[in-house]
């Protein structure tokens, strides 16, 4: 009976364990959190926005163009060459 006990306790202990340990962690994202990023996150990698087809890309992928002295950023070659097509138009 006092072994049967002491585990529920125990599995009690651990139950109540988990739910501060998540509650306490939402609240410290919470606190944390950045507000008026203007760059989205996804696990840990920038994503940025390509002007042609407006997808966002992870900066690690993306296809990187200059121009008029800037890095422009676009999910794929064939959006680079509209992109670039319709700037000389």
Do not use: W
């Amino acid at each position: 009976m006092v072994l049967i006990r002491s585990l529920l306790m125990f599995f009690v202990f651990m139950i109540a364990y988990s739910a501060l340990k998540t509650i306490f962690r939402a609240i410290s994202r919470a606190y944390h959190h950045r507000e008026g990023e203007k760059s989205v996150q996804a696990h840990g990698e920038e994503m940025l926005l390509d002007p042609q087809c407006r997808t966002y890309v992870i900066r690690g992928r993306a296809i990187v163009r200059r121009i008029n002295g800037q890095a422009v950023y676009f999910c794929s070659e064939d959006c680079a060459a509209k992109h670039e097509a319709s700037l000389r138009a």
